[in-house]
């Protein structure tokens, strides 16, 4: 009886340690929330969408990875991106354009902080024109599906390398119960996320198109706002490609902070950006 007994008290330990795991990962999760939804995919929050409080603290190095020398390519699905009569032709070139310079200037310098370098995000792997139609709605899942298609023809996935898909106005993303622009559930304007884990992990980003007032600053053209969201979730996914590295105690990454407020601007090369949390200063900024 003596050994049956130790027996169900060792069972019902075991229970009770595997009860307090589980809830100290879901802490840890909702930590991020509502950044993460149920793809743990970290947005770029719509205007005027509820927030929890942020802190006026730093950001703080949770022990993940970092990408040090980043690089971006761009994943334009649908027609109208590569049809030189529709207006999406322009959109899409304005937004290379936008990605060739960026690396270099001030507005992403203020990364340099947190273990990232300035430079040029051009890499050897090409942007790719997919002329198929993506469908209304673009869900997570069909995004990954997206970036493995683009990896199996295009050398595999480069582990400093952010592979952002851009989809036009008739079709909208979602993750959960989130949507994009144009979806029932507007909660965010873009968002990055990763496939796998740790320094390894595929990083990726979706970038809806910002045909919405909650996605959109007033007097902007529609490019503008979307370099605006793909300045936001590039250097997002280099300072926390994997969910596990800068961030604050309520989940808010550098450009979380600083997400609407203050107003994004219009600063190197006339392009669009938005400020960003400098540890350095202790608020937001504009350029380091």
Known sequence: MRSRNLQYAVALSCSLLAVAANAATQDKEAMRGPWADADHVIYTPARGVKLPIMEKANVTNHGGPVIANAKVVFIFWGPSFNNAASPDWQYARTLQAFRNQFGTTGEYRTVNQYGVFSGSLV???????????PPTNVTDTTVRSKVNSYLSTHGGNNT?????????????????????CGG???????????????STATKYSIEPYPS???????????????EHFVCHETREAVTDPTGSTWFDSSGAEADDKCAW???????????????????????????K
Do not use: M
């Open 261 to 287: 407020s203050p107003t994004p601007f219009i600063g190197t090369g006339g392009y669009a950006y938005q400020y960003e949390w400098s540890n350095i200063d202790g608020g937001c900024v504009k350029v």
């Open 212 to 226: 919405c007032t909650g996605c959109q600053v007033s007097g902007w053209s529609d490019v503008q706002d979307a």
């Open 123 to 133: 890499g050897s792997q090409a942007d790719l024109f997919d002329t198929s139609t």
């Open 160 to 180: 400093s390398t952010v592979y952002e898909v851009v989809i036009p106005r008739t079709s909208y993303s979602s993750s959960g119960s989130s949507t994009s």
């Open 184 to 198: 029932p559930g507007l909660a965010y304007c873009a968002y990055h996320s990763w496939i796998g884990s740790g």
